[in-house]
């Protein structure tokens, strides 16, 4: 219930609210860290989501795959919450700008890793299911990889594709994991 409450509503809602007034393709998450007034919004919605999905998908790497990878949702929020703490000033602290932007990218290539790696779980156990999961990680990496190209950044609308995603399939790995 509590799990279902974060996925459909929460994490969704809050990516959102985040992204108010914000250019979905020429600004990014990033721009938050650098305003005083939404820091701290910015840091609030990362140890919320960040906190659920390594939670979440820690529980289910051990369910799916006994353990073996449950490390790379750890490692991917330990990347994500030192990324939102480092500050995101490209001219006045270049490195610390690339060291955000390095973990950032790198966190969420661990949470899609960690996606795919249950959703091709998932096609052994239930095909039909599973395939759905794929095809909508397929579609969501897909748009990102498109709208990167375009406009040669990480931009919101990928960023909110790729929570989005993650928080709506996060249930649907905890279904299967019931009836495995």
Known sequence: MISSFFSYLLIPAFTLFLARDAS???????SFCGQPGRRLEFLLWCLVTGGYFCFSLRTLMRTFYNSRFSVLPAAGTLLYLISALLPYRPTSAPLLSLLHVVGSFCASVLLLL???????RLCRKS?????????????ASLFCIIAWSLTGII????????????SLQIPQFSLSSDSL
């Open 24 to 30: 979905l393709f020429s600004t990014n998450f990033s």
């Open 114 to 120: 960690c996606l795919y790696l249950l959703a091709f």
């Open 127 to 139: 095909p039909r299911r599973g395939m759905r999961c794929l095809l909508e990680l397929a579609a």
């Open 155 to 166: 931009n919101t609308a990928m960023e909110i594709c790729l929570i989005i995603t993650a």
